[in-house]
């Protein structure tokens, strides 16, 4: 035992990440904590080495030396990685064979947000291994001090590069291609891989700035997009594509204009991943449409709905042998030729090859698909206490209806009109709801159906006004 001992603010422990308000619930002190105790787990499994980067935040600057002072002090030779995507910093614990990775982002929350992504080993670090950090921090439950650590700097944007580049797979044909990283932390690397790839490709918001001057860095929000669609429009590009503020999730905006959303850009390299690999499981998360699923199998895949979370869906595909899976979100997965992690460039390179290859513009293949009637995600609030409870009682419930029901990540209920799902967020007071139907009249009645089941709980339904969306 050492004289090492530190209490956390109880909001920054969250499931897949720590994550908190800089100044407020989070301080350069908590980014020593997270070092020195995750580098004792390290140390405790035999690991030598971790490998630290950060996102362009304002605060980034003041918590990654705490954070490497922190694995230095466990004896751990601490790899900094430097300015970064997150994906960029995965590629460099499996390149450089790390025992641990530590990114330091705040992903797409607003600029005064920052927080610790983590991987142990080659797999996600997430759940009851964050809130073990907490005890560790709380009981002084650390290795000795150690004067054996050391740090030295490693830049790999070279080698992510060119690995990235090696898997495009495009052809002759060149295309017009408008990216926009959002003044996140993968704005350097979109800037390096646009200027070689084949085509012309126009980069906005191609500066890292953590004031994020120009909109907010999640391309889930279509507000966010405007301007890449205003950009796509005035080159006459054959689509856009944006990034969150660390690189982890990919929006899409085709030809025309239009987004892709989550399940619909699945669709798309779904199909392109099951030609190679035939038969292959696709994983989506529960808000993904019907569409996707019944499309993976159309296209003789196996598909595979599992829960919401980016470190769920990743230890899912390790188990089931996956090569690509999704969410809503817009974490989009590889393990075809990739690592099996979440990497919006990556994921951008290959949309570009089959784009390319395609023999109709991207607004085609988008029109082509099933036509539904969609809520988009719902999120309002509920305390804490009780977000789970409700969805037990809502699932007792259906039970006693005789509903079908769907219940890998809270419910999701299947009719003759289509679906509708509830759920509790893993990261907030909130619960989630969702409905897809084929008709107007048809999502009408889901969102009535979940409306009386949230009453029947005790919540009033959240507000659907303008939600329904052609998808």
Not at 71 to 91: D, K, N, S
Not at 243 to 258: A, N, Q, S
Request: glycine share 10%.
């Amino acid at each position: 035992m050492t004289a090492f001992r530190h209490s956390f603010h109880p909001t920054v422990l969250r499931e897949y990440d720590i994550r908190g308000i800089v100044g407020q619930t989070l301080k350069p002190e908590d980014a020593f904590a997270i070092g020195r105790c995750f580098g004792s787990i390290v140390a405790r499994q035999g690991g030598k080495r971790a490998a630290v980067g950060h996102d362009g935040r304002l605060s980034s600057p003041d918590l990654e030396p705490q954070l490497v002072a922190g694995l230095r002090a466990c004896g751990l030779e601490v790899l900094r990685i430097g300015l970064c995507a997150t994906p960029m910093l995965y590629f460099a614990a499996y390149a450089q064979e790390t025992d641990g990775a530590v990114m330091v982002t705040g992903s797409h929350n607003p600029p005064d947000y920052n927080g610790f992504k983590m991987m142990l080993g080659k797999k996600p670090f997430f759940g009851k291994d964050i809130q073990e950090i907490g005890r560790m921090a709380a009981e002084g439950d650390v290795v000795p001090a150690s004067a054996a650590g050391s740090d030295r700097h490693l830049d790999i944007a070279e080698d992510y590069a060119a690995r990235v580049l090696r898997d495009y797979d495009g052809g002759e044909r060149k295309l017009r291609v408008v990216w926009d990283p959002g003044n996140g932390s993968a704005a350097n690397i979109t800037r390096l891989l646009a200027s070689r790839l084949p085509g012309e490709h126009f980069v906005i918001n191609g500066t890292v700035d953590g004031t994020f001057p120009n909109h907010h860095p999640d391309p889930t929000v279509a507000k966010n997009l405007e301007q890449l669609i205003a950009e796509v429009a005035r080159e006459k590009a054959d689509l856009g594509i944006a990034f969150d503020g660390d690189g982890d999730r990919i929006g899409v905006v085709d030809d025309e204009g239009h987004i892709l959303f989550g399940d619909q850009l699945m669709v798309i390299l779904a199909r392109d991943v099951l030609k190679a690999r035939p038969g292959a499981t696709i994983i989506a998360d529960v808000k993904a449409s019907q569409v996707l699923f019944d499309e993976i199998a159309r296209a003789g895949g196996q598909p595979l709905m599992w829960k919401t979370g980016h470190s769920l869906i990743k230890a899912k595909m390790a188990e089931t042998g996956s090569p690509l899976a999704g969410e809503m979100s817009g974490h989009i997965f590889f393990a075809d030729k990739w690592y099996g992690f979440d990497d919006a460039p990556y994921s951008a390179v290959r949309l570009l090859g089959i784009v390319a290859r395609m023999d109709r513009p991207l607004s085609a293949a988008r029109a082509a698909l099933p036509r539904v009637i969609n809520t988009p995600e719902l999120r309002f609030d509920c305390p804490e206490e009780r977000k789970f409870q409700v969805v037990a009682e809502v699932k007792q419930r259906l039970a006693a209806e005789g509903a079908k029901v769907q219940d890998v990540d809270g419910v999701r209920v299947l009719t003759e009109d289509g679906w509708w799902l509830l759920r509790a967020s893993n990261t907030q007071a909130v619960l989630v709801a969702r409905a897809e139907a084929k008709s107007e009249a048809g999502l009408e009645r889901l969102k009535a159906h979940l409306a009386r089941q949230l009453e029947a709980s005790g919540l009033a339904a959240p507000d659907f006004t303008g939600a329904n969306a052609g998808h």
